[in-house]
């Protein structure tokens, strides 16, 4: 049977208006939405956008972004949210599952970026080809009981799959890492790239950025402020204790008693699990998730473009401890990190928080080198 493409449709429907015998209309229009379907579905496992019936090629103003994992939990509204962003012209959707369905939805909404849909390993060059930032939540998620440590076993591998595709195929691009444990997998990413010879540390980055938005939800609930005008530091890594909200230096400058402190501290450090723990084993944040990497990504696009003072926590390539990973203010530019601030003054709890996370944390950078480096 003839695959009927758009122009083919379109002039069969008009012969057959033209007939108007009633049932034979119907049947002809079935017939032709199966073609259409079939049709759909060939394309949609190839690329999502049919190259000889579209003129947009992703060469508008704008960035071109992948998101590795973008069937997922968090990868669906993510690529949701990302479609909806006027700095990005070109959308890559990668994932080892459900990237047609989730890649025809998406490019159906009327903006602007041009979306197009990868599967499995065999795509995931050219997924990423010519990308100026990659957003990375491949990889599985949490359950009731379960550190994030304990998706390393899983995740490990996944993140340095991807970050050789990168390597090889977009060494230059921006690189958010949010796949869990985000304190190990970041350093399997700088290893790859230094494996390769392709590393450069302003360009990757943890997404942290969650922390922030549960810092600055909370702080705003208990201080009876807009959550929007609150801005919460929040420094060190991304699991327990490593996540270490700085409420000295939140703006705008406010002061707390030691119970609220601790209940903020501990409310913001657990806010995954709070999260785990309600989807009772379906997963872990995905919509707060979607937003905040978002959020983050906006802002190193942002940096991308040469806007001035774009500034956010990250989990970062850093020597603003002695550790070589840290999560701190950075200031995004041009290359990416431009700048990396030193923590500021702390307070007395903070400086014992500090040392809890640098503990933490020590463990889990060091596991990360040893699988990528063995
Ligand atoms: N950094 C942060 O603040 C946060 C990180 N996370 C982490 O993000 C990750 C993803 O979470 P969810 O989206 O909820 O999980 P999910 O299971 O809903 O989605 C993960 C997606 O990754 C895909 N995937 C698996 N292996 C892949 C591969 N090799 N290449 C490409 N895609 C692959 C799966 O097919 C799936 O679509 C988890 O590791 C989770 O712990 C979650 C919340 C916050
Ligand atoms: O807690 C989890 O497993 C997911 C995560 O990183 C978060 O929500 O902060």
Do not use: W
Request: glycine letters at 10%; aromatic letters at 4%.
């Amino acid at each position: 049977m003839k695959q009927h493409g758009g122009g083919d449709v379109s002039q069969r429907i008009a012969t057959i208006s033209a007939h108007l015998n009633p049932h034979k209309l119907q049947f002809e229009l079935c017939i032709l939405n199966i073609c259409a379907y079939n049709h759909n579905l060939k394309m949609e496992r190839s690329s999502g956008l049919e190259s000889a019936i579209c003129r947009a090629k992703g060469g508008a103003p704008g960035f071109r972004v992948a998101i590795l994992g973008a069937a997922g939990g968090i990868g669906q509204p993510l690529s949701m949210l990302m479609k909806m962003n006027p700095l990005v012209s070109l959308l890559h959707l990668y994932d080892v599952a459900n990237t047609p369905g989730v890649t025809s939805d998406i490019s159906h909404m009327d903006t602007s970026a041009v979306v197009r849909g990868f599967l499995g390993p065999q795509q995931l060059e050219n997924a990423l080809t010519g990308m100026d930032l990659v957003i990375i939540p491949a990889g599985v998620p949490r359950k009731p009981g379960m550190t994030r440590d304990d998706l390393f076993n899983i995740n490990a591998g996944i993140v340095k799959t991807l970050c050789e595709g990168v390597a090889k195929c977009c060494s230059k691009a921006i690189v958010n890492i949010i796949s869990n444990p985000v304190n190990s997998t970041v350093p399997i990413a700088a290893e790859v790239f230094k494996k390769s010879g392709t590393y450069d540390p302003r360009r990757l980055l943890g997404v942290t950025m969650l922390d922030v938005v549960r810092a600055n939800t909370f702080v705003a609930e208990v201080l009876g402020l807009d959550p929007r005008e609150v801005d919460v530091p929040v420094v060190g890594g991304h699991a327990g204790v490593s996540i270490l909200p700085l409420l000295s230096q939140m703006k705008p400058t406010c002061s707390f008693t030691s119970e609220e402190t601790a209940y903020l501290t501990s409310r913001i450090q657990n806010g995954g699990t709070e999260v785990v723990e309600a989807k009772a084993g379906a997963g872990s944040a995905t919509l707060s998730m979607a937003y905040a990497a978002v959020k983050f990504a906006d802002a190193c696009l942002r940096g991308l473009r040469g806007d001035a003072n774009v500034i956010e926590c990250a989990f970062v390539p850093s020597t603003v401890t002695e550790l070589p990973f840290f999560a701190s203010k950075v200031r995004l530019g041009r290359n990416g990190i431009e700048e990396i601030y030193p923590l500021g003054p702390l307070n007395e709890s903070e400086r014992v928080g500090l040392e809890m996370a640098k503990k933490e944390l020590a463990g889990s950078i060091e596991k990360g080198v040893s699988f990528a480096t063995k």
